[in-house]
């Protein structure tokens, strides 16, 4: 059998064809670097040809994709190599643009002067220079950052000699300050607009010096990186020059260079991982085909076999689907137009076979995905059991056989892993951690409304539950017990919420918000979280009978009831009311009247 290596190598070569029209995984980086110095109208300059090839050094071991340096372009070949490096930008996410030599103002407008100008005049800008505007339209198709740094502050000779066409025509010092209107993009200028720059004595620039030094800093934010070649400048010029950068970025980081992952020690079972990772991250047979050719055995071997058998399920599924659908449409068909009863017999007999097919295709589809569920479960269990029994100290070599073991232990089945408990599976572990699977789903959770706790990486009861929720509302047979990546993919599955809002009391579903519930005037919110009518205030009846126990009724005529059949009853003779007679309301002259109270 071919070395890891070779195998890994091989993989990645074909799995790269396969991301033909996937999405790039790594940032594209392009660069072009200008540098004028041998001007053929006015005094050469000494830096900006040296400033150029510094530029383009740094960038180049930096690991930029492309860096295509020119330099003393006349004005026809700079247009065609900013139309060049337009096309190169298209695809990239980062694209930069260096430029030194002259630069100049005419009415606001910033011109880099290429080395052939002449400017007699300053209508000749036009025809002989190109814009800021030119050099901004080459880098507009970068996605991430388009960052244009001009060392072109410096003292212009054509200024001097240039006739003004129109008296009032402003032609100004250095370059004029900028708002760039398109997002995620820079100017840094090596001077303050308005001001000029330095050469400096040395070779190249304190400028561009300080940009070579800080600039391509591994993980250093680009804004930062230009404040510590302001700092830099600043000091090396005595703060007579200041650079300035205008535009603005958001609040993510974004470096030139990223920071480079640590290396980690040769370990073939983690390559095999990874590659299985690839395979899995492209998801279509292909990919998962070409890892089982170059890795037949072990236990990824079983985990991609079960991903195709999960992937034929679907696509059974799908055909089945259809069928049954076409049945439908074919025995509908001859039903409407009368056809012969033994043709439409023939055509239900069709759309009941190809619906039960249909059916048969559901549940296979569903057996594959539990089985796919069940292996990506024993594997977050193996790796999760690995991180905590693997000594440190351990030499690779044995890590290797340890871990061959367990792979072929784990696909063997769970009577072979039973056998050999104390088997070290640490190279299992290499890559996301279990917790990270936990936190990805339950950030998906939470998206679909079925999560209100924090994704903390912890698959605790409730994270169970909001899964459980998930299974109910979705129709999902998912294993609440573990996270997997299984789940994470049905979740990522839906594209909006899934599981009911539900609000506290006072509060009210509102799309994906709870709105507090306002009651009209009159009425009050109750306990079923409702607004009815304001009731009577209760009555405090204890309090009420003892003051009327304390002070007894007066004697008064309304309460003497006048028979025909008997005598007046004296007002000395009246009794007191009791509690009952009170609620009852006997202490009105109606109830008297009626005949309800004595």
Known sequence: MKSPGSLRRFFLAAALLLLVCQPAFAEKRVALVLGNSAYQNVARLANPVNDGAMIAATLKNAGFDVVEERHDLPAAETRRALRDFADR??????????????????????????????????????????????????????????????????????????????????????????????????IAYSAKAGSTALDGDAKNSPFTMALAKHLTTPGLDVRRAFGFVRDEVLKTTS??????????????????????????????????????????????????????AQYPDGFYAELARSQLAKLAAEEARVAATEKARLAEQERARLAAEGAQKGQQAKADADAKAAEQARIAAEKAKQVAQEQVAAAEQKRTAIETSAAGKAPEH???????????????????????????????????????????????????????????????????????????????????????????????????????????????????????????????????????????????????????????????????????????????????????????????GCNSYGAIMSGKCP
């Not at 706790?453 to 009861?461: F, H, L, P």
């Not at 998912?478 to 299984?486: G, I, M, P, R, Y």
């Not at 919110?525 to 009327?548: H, I, M, Y």
């Open 89 to 186: 930008a298209r695809d990239a996410d980062i694209a930069v643009v260096y430029y030194a030599g002259h630069g100049i103002e005419v009415d606001g407008t910033n011109y880099l002067i290429p080395v052939d100008a002449k400017l007699e005049r300053d209508t000749d800008v036009y025809d002989e220079a190109f814009s800021l505007d030119r050099v901004l339209l080459a880098i507009e198709p970068a996605k991430q950052l388009r960052l244009v740094i001009l060392d072109a502050c410096r003292d212009n000779p054509f200024a001097k000699n240039m006739k003004r066409t129109v008296a009032s025509r402003a032609i100004g010092q250095g370059l004029a300050k900028i708002e760039p209107t398109s997002p995620n993009m820079l």
């Open 239 to 292: 703060y007579r020059q200041e650079p300035f950068v205008y535009g603005s970025l958001g609040g993510d980081d974004v470096p030139l260079v990223p920071v480079k992952a640590a290396a980690s020690p040769a370990n073939p079972q983690a390559d095999i991982r990874r590659d299985y990772e690839l395979a899995q991250q492209v998801g279509n047979k292909a990919a998962l085909n070409a890892f089982v």
């Open 394 to 584: 351990k030499a690779s070599e044995n890590k290797v056989v340890a871990d061959n073991k367990a792979a072929d232990q784990v696909a063997a089945g769970p009577a072979a892993a039973e056998k050999t408990p104390s088997t070290n599976v640490a190279a299992l572990s290499d890559g996301s951690a279990p917790a990270d699977i936990a936190k990805s789903v339950q950030i998906e959770l939470r998206r679909v409304g079925c999560l209100t706790a924090a994704a903390d990486g912890e698959w605790n009861s409730a994270s169970q539950r909001s899964l459980a929720l998930f299974n109910r509302h979705a129709g999902t047979r998912l294993n609440v017990k573990l996270a997997s990546t299984d789940a994470l993919d049905a979740i990522k599955l839906k594209p909006s919420r899934v599981c009911p809002l539900v609000c506290e009391h006072g509060f009210k579903p509102d799309g994906d918000r709870c709105s507090r519930i306002v009651c009209a005037e009159g009425s009050i919110l109750n306990d079923d979280n409702e607004c009815e009518k304001r009731g009577k205030k209760p009555v405090a009846k204890r309090d009420r009978d003892d003051r009327e126990r304390a002070a007894p009724l007066r004697p008064h005529a309304k309460q003497v009831i006048v028979g025909r059949s008997q005598a007046p009853t004296s007002a000395s003779t009246a009794r007191p009311l009791t509690g009952q007679e009170r609620e009852e």
